[in-house]
């Protein structure tokens, strides 16, 4: 099998997002989840920069065993002595130095000609060469780079001692046929290429940083530099993780796979998160939220007969439990059925489908119906009774320098609709005071309260009242997104039941489900 080695640089340019900020621990930490997931080469920072990055990158050195840890050089002595004594405590220590070699480059920034870009870096690489075994040279902005001089560039480093060259699309710029291009050329006309490794950076400024990547390996890479998350200057670089699925998953395609402890993955990516302070996507590919989660009612079918049928890639692999079904307003029946069996509940065909009933008109009110919801709606018990009087409507008017109104329309039991306006001390009162209108029923409020039964901004509301008539009382309660709509209905519910009562007063209450 042919292997792709993988160079991580979250914690050098993935940390040079803006807003992101590493302290030491937090480097020491990432630094050893990258190498439980089996990153083969960890780029521990740029010690040139500062003391800080330079004790970092030491720290990171002396805490890591099992990868080869790099330190970040410019082409200039003073940084390749900055990366020997930061890595003074590796086991395995590695310099990656770079210089520019675009035209706009050679231009703008360095004023240099390209022999002169040439003897610098070949002055760099022996001068590192005299205390490390593995140098890697990167040709900054190879992808707009002249192919001729790309070539030149790495004979000579060859030459110089190089074991490793990167070509990276810094910017962002290439497209895969231009960036693979690249690859197939260097290979094909540069002598003793078999002697060094190629490896491959891209940038996504133009959303296309992995299928580069990808190109790149098809095109004879042995190595890519990527972070995790795919974190990084700009638009961020290549996700590593991005990289590993696709080899594992189309390795009939591309005939190679990486080294990496897939099953790391999940929780690799939530530290990084978690520690540079950037929320992954939920439609981030791989690790977001949404990566294996399906709420279509076709595809939740389709998941349930068999779950190949659109996932092609199992949680499990990248260390996950399970997929997700999530329940919203394009779920299916046959989801929702799923759902209830998965909470306990036995449900006949018609409970099922005023359950269901239930469950769609909530979800037209929240985007993720949760266990919680539905748990809530099914015990809502509710007294086995003819529905005397029905909510259709309410509308309140509030404000903290006016008083508040409220109006009602309630359906009666001969299907009769009537309508009422009140104001009252409050909007939960406005409301009651317009029901009594309706009702006619002169009733007592003993109790009022109010419970969350799931969690965010858009929880249901449940209320629950006991309303008093004479020697008879009655409970109710009402559920809802709306808690002014969920205190009607908690009101009617009690309203329906002391009606009963009155009806019969040593009947005892049914309870049902639904």
Do not use: W
């Not at 109010?450 to 409970?475: M, N, P, R, T, Y």
């Amino acid at each position: 099998m042919r292997k792709i080695y993988i160079f991580d640089t979250t914690l050098r340019d993935g940390e040079q997002s803006p807003g992101v900020n590493l302290n030491t621990k937090e480097k020491v930490e990432i630094a050893l989840q990258l190498e439980k997931l089996g990153v083969d080469r960890i780029e521990a920072g740029f010690p040139a920069a500062s003391p800080g990055d330079l004790a970092a990158v030491n720290a990171v050195a002396s805490a890591v065993k099992n990868a080869t840890i790099i330190g970040l050089s410019r082409s200039r002595e003073q940084d390749i002595d900055a990366v020997r004594e930061a890595l003074k405590g590796a086991q395995d220590p590695s310099i990656h130095v770079f210089l520019a070699t675009s035209p706009i480059h050679r231009k703008h920034k360095l004023r240099m000609e390209k022999e002169q870009v040439l003897e610098t870096a070949e002055r760099a690489i022996t001068y590192a060469k005299k205390y490390f075994s593995k140098i890697e040279f990167s040709l900054e902005d190879a992808g707009r780079t002249e192919l001729d001089f790309v070539c030149q560039m790495t004979d000579m480093a060859i030459r110089a001692g190089a074991s490793v060259v990167n070509l990276p699309d810094t910017v962002g710029y290439l497209n895969p046929l231009e960036y693979g291009n690249i690859f197939k050329t260097v290979k094909e006309n540069v002598p003793n290429i078999e002697k060094i490794q190629l490896s491959a950076h891209c940038h996504d400024d133009l959303g296309m940083a992995t299928a580069n990547a990808l190109a790149a390996i098809l095109n004879g890479a042995d190595q890519i530099e990527g972070t995790i998350n795919g974190i990084g200057e700009r638009a961020g670089n290549t996700a590593l993780e991005e990289v590993a699925l696709a080899l594992e998953t189309r390795f009939d395609y591309f005939g190679a796979k990486t080294g990496l402890n897939l099953q790391e993955i999940a929780r690799t990516s939530r530290l990084v998160s978690k520690l540079t302070g950037m929320v992954i996507p939920g439609n981030k590919a791989i690790v977001g939220a949404n990566a294996f989660a399906h709420e279509s009612g076709i595809h939740q079918d389709g998941m349930l007969k068999e779950k190949t049928t659109y996932e092609i890639i199992s949680p499990e692999t990248i260390g996950l439990r399970d997929s997700k079904l999530v329940l919203g307003k394009h779920s299916g029946r046959h989801a929702f059925r799923e759902k209830l069996i998965d909470l306990g509940y036995e449900l006949d065909e018609e409970a099922v489908n005023a359950a269901f009933a239930k469950f769609k008109d909530l979800a037209d009110r929240k985007k993720h119906v949760t266990d919680e919801d539905i748990r809530a709606f099914l015990e809502e018990k509710l007294v086995d009774t003819p529905e005397v009087y029905t909510l259709e409507a309410i509308q309140v008017s509030y404000g903290n320098q006016s008083t508040p109104s409220a109006s009602v329309r309630i359906r009666t039991a001969e299907s009769e609709t009537r309508e009422e306006v009140a104001i009252g001390n409050g909007s939960v009162d406005a409301i009651y005071n317009a029901i009594d209108k309706v009702t006619a029923e002169a009733v007592e409020l003993e109790d009022y309260s109010i419970k969350s039964v799931s969690q965010g901004k858009d929880a249901q509301g449940e209320v629950h009242v006991v309303l008093k008539q004479d020697d008879i009382s009655a409970q109710g309660r009402g559920l809802s997104t709306d808690i002014l709509e969920a205190s009607a209905r908690a009101y009617i519910d009690a309203l329906n039941r002391l009606i009963e009562k009155r009806k019969s007063p040593g009947r005892r209450d049914k309870m049902s489900l639904i």
